[in-house]
């Protein structure tokens, strides 16, 4: 990205928290917002003698996850100490996997809507996938918080589930981080193993970043920027660091291996420390946990293998005839795609109820700051509103206005509640009277009509639709006219 004359390359370490009731080496339950330090126990806390128990559902979930992203499980995997010391580590030692992980390869495919929308139209590798190094299962740290002159900690996260999703470095810029961040999100939702929020915490991600002069194969200095928090903020700091290192190499000057932190109140890199190297970590064996046999627990978890976002994108497009694009939008999220099929199941036509739930029903969701998650209205009740409107019960502005009612009642049937607002279909012959008035009132567009512009046609149903006071359907209309004028 940016000057042609520096190649960037960029990898992705990302931690995610399993979604597990409990700890992984001990039996804590694993909730967000408690009371801080009340979710312990003497192994979560490092204290002496503890002993550490596995997580068989942890394990289960991280090789589910790998199968969802393509990658392979080794016949024993086993968990090491990385020691270090960290006021939010107890131990002074974390217990990881060095060696033996429980996934290794793979990879991310980047979906187009996982791109910044002001980048989807210009998207440099279409149908990239960014291979994967390895996922490795660890435990989670505590959370620091520092105030003004002393710092708390609360060991509530401390022993969670962790999840480390580790990138080849063959990301090329900044908004394919965030293509990458957010299709992993999006494949890590859809598999169950994790909700992902990272507003909770629940995904965070360091990132690594090397320039290089073009035509040179061999990596730049690798810079690591820690602990980002959000989407936003890992495109903001890359941008940032990649042109900070620019104009480093420009003025000649060499970069160090470091790690830095992004502040993002003045918009900048900060350094934080230099780079320590694996052999820095001292990883053994853990003494206190056996290796594990995958073979059973592959074979438990290959059984009955979630749907892949873009498998139902093609399972949407081919079932319910709707584009291309529609697809990707509805089966973005996994509630929604939930939502959409439910609705489309059994409707006279899906594509009109794919057109409803992407332009109505997720412009009202967002109008009144609700996720689909919290729509007050069944999924099958918008099946239900586009027949009427198929069915020539009701015209598409009276549905509109169905529609809105229908947020407010959402215990009432569409139907109940057209038939309320008075809006019964306009009799045959009392449409066939409208037309002929039409056709009366416009000879020049009733003349091109039956000389074959479909254009004209569409005028006349305006007309018919004015004189019917709406109650006409339009469709039928239309379907009249070209019938009466071209016979």
Not at 58 to 73: D, Y
Not at 154 to 172: H, Q, Y
Not at 326 to 339: G, I, K, M, P, T
């Amino acid at each position: 990205m940016g000057d042609q004359e520096y190649i960037t390359s960029i990898g992705l370490e990302v931690h995610v928290q399993l979604k597990t009731e409990s700890k992984m080496f001990c039996g804590c339950a694993v909730q967000f917002g408690e009371a801080p330090n009340t979710l312990t126990c003497p192994t979560c806390l490092g204290l002496p003698g503890a002993l550490p128990v596995l997580n068989l559902g942890a394990i289960e979930r991280t090789i589910l996850a790998g199968q969802m992203l393509g990658c392979k499980t080794p016949e024993v995997v086993k968990w090491d100490r990385k020691n270090y010391f960290y006021p939010d580590m107890p131990k002074n030692y974390q217990i990881t996997q060095f060696d033996l992980p429980l996934c290794l390869g793979g990879g991310v495919p980047l979906y187009e809507l996982a791109y910044p929308k002001d980048y989807q139209k210009e998207i440099l590798n279409p149908g990239k996938v960014v291979e994967l190094t390895r996922i490795h299962l660890e435990e989670d740290v505590a959370k620091s918080t520092h105030h003004s002159t002393y710092s708390t900690i609360d060991f509530n996260r401390a022993g969670t589930p962790l999840m480390e999703i580790v990138s080849e470095p063959d990301i090329d810029t900044p908004e394919e981080a965030v293509a990458y961040l957010n299709s992993l999100r999006q494949i890590l939702v859809y598999s169950g193993v994790s909700d992902a929020d990272m507003e909770k915490g629940q995904m965070r991600c360091d990132v690594n970043v090397s320039i290089r002069p073009a035509g040179t194969e061999e990596l730049g200095t690798k810079i690591e920027l820690k602990n980002l928090n959000s989407v936003s903020v890992v495109r903001r700091s890359l941008h940032y660091e990649i042109q900070r290192q620019t104009e480093e190499l420009r003025a000649g000057r060499s970069l160090t291996q470091a790690t830095w932190r992004w502040n993002d109140e003045v918009g900048q890199t900060e350094i934080m420390r230099t780079k320590e190297d694996a052999h820095d970590y001292r990883y053994f064996p853990d003494p206190d946990l056996l290796p594990v046999r995958t073979g059973e627990i592959l074979a438990r978890v290959q059984v009955d293998l979630p749907e892949l976002p873009h498998a139902k994108v093609e399972r949407f497009e081919t079932e319910f005839k709707i584009t291309h694009y529609d697809a990707s939008v509805l089966a973005s999220e996994q509630d929604l795609a939930n939502y959409y099929e439910t609705a489309a199941k059994g409707a006279s036509s899906p594509k009109k109820v794919a057109n409803w739930v992407i332009n109505n029903l997720l412009a009202e969701l967002n109008e009144r700051g609700l996720g689909i998650g919290e729509c007050p209205v069944e999924a099958a009740k918008i099946g239900a509103l586009v027949d009427l409107v198929e069915k020539g019960q009701i015209s598409n502005n009276q549905a509109k206005e169905v529609f809105a009612d229908l947020f407010e009642n959402p215990d009432k049937e569409p139907a109940a509640i057209a038939k309320a607002k008075g809006f019964e279909p306009a009799d045959s012959g009392e449409v066939e009277g409208f037309i002929d008035q039409a056709i009366a009132a416009n000879p020049g567009p009733a003349g091109e009509v039956a000389e074959g512009n479909d254009k004209a046609a569409n005028f006349l149903t305006g007309q018919v639709m004015k004189l019917s006071r709406g109650k006409a359907n339009p469709k039928q209309v239309t379907e009249m006219i070209l019938a009466k004028l071209r016979s």
